[in-house]
């Protein structure tokens, strides 16, 4: 049973059960309203009602699942720092769980927080840059799948969407422009360059990153998800791809922001970058969705390069999966606390000097492996 | 993109402090740049003529949170100058031990600020952690952890409280280990040196010109040195070295720093080894007599210079502060031009500010 399977059938108990009652009702009035209970009746219980119901049902499986991944993802970024740091991290909020419901105390706090819109700000592109900021990131994750069956990118049938790590990719990378945007929006110089910062970056990385992609999916032979990750069934790509993968997770750093690369938001010389204006639970969103682009940057270098949910039986395949995305969190995490941060022009410098020629001779590396007939 | 200023500060992470620097860029380059101070202005000077001259200690104390036992002692040279006192030897050996000890934690602070500038967070966190083993002597000393007021006019308050001297010696060899491995951790790391070298150039005769003292001048390639120089206090029976560099940038000032930190162990060690028994303070006269008195000390981020008219009474007829930072600001303009946005936390980090003692 399948994801979509299993969501079908609560809605189709859930449709059969309210039909029940609506029938019943409609028995009850006159023959005119009766056919009109009837038609509704019918429409509810029709095989596309129930596919869309079904797909939003799975959507908000895939936003659960995101933020309870994100408050663990924010406890472990805490305890983990704090571990490095010689002090103990969230420790008194939910103590007997380690401090974990120090992130949902903050969250709640950012949410009482006044919403403060700048008198001269850009109004429709200061409300709007969250929305596709956001947007666009959980959009990532609705394409990964955790296993065959658990992925929301499937249909009733088990088929998956053919080109889901493109579509992955195409999602990444749309945030960049909501960074120009609320950058913009904020009128504010701070944002201004945060913003610029973060389309000049993204110039630099997007390509090598791209380029390491396609060897993977050289070696593949597929766009897809399950696809790539049974390709990984002998051995995984990061093995003879270690250099695609060292230039991926450097690119990876870039396009999620963290510190050797957070330039937009380099709080040193930017106060807080891009995001220096918005404040209250607008800047919760940000920071919350900056850990979920962490999470499924995780998830795509598992898939992509990990073995994805391949591993020893004796766990499920879900939870391998998990656990490799938050090893590649971690190390990230690591990297974050131990380097300083680069500049503009060095971050150019790099994307086009070394992780370039890089990922080229990975491609050709991939190339040479897929024409001796090894993957 | 046009050019446009942009204000850093007076609230902003790069300050350190309540001060202002305005930078014209275009792009991400810094074609202008204006530093305003005075957002911090106490009128400590004009504080000084309305009290007495022990009161005026602790008010020494407030003029840099980083070195604070710094000014306190160059205040009390100052007054000594005035009144003729002469120090007892053992009350020299106590100062030098604990000046030393303040650059040591001055250092350290600037170290961590520098390490949080550039984004290194560990830098940050493990610094101000071995800042605190200097700290917890100075409790043990003095009963504080930031402004001492511990100097006295003719000797200093205390006596060494017991076990001391185990406790320092224990401190810096605890603390020469963590220094090497800051050398590793900082300069091992590419991104640093890629930040630090070649970054916010000050060449020897514009560091002379522009007044500059202290690590910046002598890491432009200018042994000069105060304690060397013009030995002040016991320093001549020290035997060190002064740390200098030639390479003029970010990383030379860097460089410089952490060898004087070196050189403090040394300079501790020494005089807890030479350290005389006998009185640490004796009674100076309540009252000036007309006259100047002038002290001149070498100071974490420079040379400090305090000037003080006496006119027979109790108080001080007038107090001249000179701030090292005050004069060093003035040369950022001549280091930022030309460099990147992301160069000034590394350039103006790597001053060390200090804005209680630039305005006073």
Known sequence: ?375 | MAEMWINMGPQHPMTHGLWNLRVKVDGETIVDAQPEIGYLHRGIEKLCEGKSYPQIIPLADRLCYGSSLTWSHLYCMAVEDLMRVEVPERAEYIRVLTIEMQRIVSHLMWLAAYAGDLGLAAGFVYTMRDREVFLDLFQSLTGARITYNFPRIGGVAHDLPPNFERDSLRALSYFEGRLKEYEDMFEGSKIFMMRNVDVGILRKEDAINLGVTGPTLRASGVTYDLRKDVPYSVYEEMDFDVATHKDCDCYARYRVRMDEMWESCKIMRQALQKMPKGKWRIVAPRNAPVGTGLARVEDPRGEGVIYVVGDGSERPYRVKIRSPIFVTVSAAPKMLIGYKLADVVAIMGGLDMCIGETDR
């Open chain 1, 1 to 375: 049973m399948n994801l979509f399977e299993f969501c079908y059938g609560i809605i189709h108990w859930l449709v059969d059960l309210v039909n029940h009652l609506w029938y019943w009702l409609g028995d009850l009035l006159p023959w005119w309203f009766g056919d009109f209970f009837d038609a509704v009746g019918d429409f509810a219980a029709s095989q596309g009602h129930l596919s869309v119901m079904t797909i939003l049902l799975e959507v908000v499986v895939v936003v659960v699942i995101a933020l309870i991944n994100v408050l663990n993802f924010l406890w472990i970024f805490r305890k983990f720092m704090a571990r490095m740091f010689d002090f103990y991290g969230p420790y008194y909020v939910g103590y007997r769980i380690g401090g974990w419901l120090q992130n949902l105390a903050d969250g709640i706090k950012l949410f009482v927080k006044e919403i403060i819109v700048p008198a001269k700000a850009d109004k429709m592109g200061y409300l709007l840059a969250p929305v596709i900021f956001v947007g666009s990131s959980i959009l990532i994750l609705a394409t990964i799948p955790f296993s065959v069956d658990f992925g929301v990118s499937t249909n009733k049938s088990g088929d998956y969407v053919p080109a889901g790590a493109l579509f992955a990719l195409a999602a990444f990378a749309i945030a960049p422009f909501s960074i120009l945007l609320a950058g913009w929006a904020s009128n504010n110089k701070y944002t201004l360059i945060g913003g610029m910062r973060s389309a000049a970056q993204m110039m630099s990385y997007e390509i090598p990153l791209l380029m390491t992609v396609a060897s993977v999916f050289l070696l593949a032979g597929s766009f897809g998800f399950v696809d790539i990750v049974n390709a990984q069934h002998d051995m995984w790509f990061g093995i003879p791809l270690f250099i695609g993968f060292i230039v991926f997770l450097v690119c990876l750093a870039a396009e999620v922001e963290i510190i050797p690369f957070d330039l937009p938001e380099a709080e040193a010389e930017l106060v807080e970058g891009w995001t220096t204006e918005y404040g209250g639970m607008r800047f919760g969103l940000f920071y919350m969705t900056t850990t979920v682009r962490s999470y499924a940057g995780g998830a795509l270098a598992t898939a992509l390069f990990l073995g994805g949910w391949q591993g020893p039986s004796l766990i499920p395949d879900e939870i391998w999966f998990l656990i490799k995305a938050y090893i590649v969190f971690v190390v990230f995490q690591w990297m974050t606390w131990s380097l300083p941060r680069v500049r503009v022009d060095q971050i150019l410098g790099l994307g086009w000097k070394r992780l370039l020629p890089l990922a080229i001779i990975n491609l050709m590396i991939a190339v040479a492996l897929k024409s001796m007939g090894w993957f």
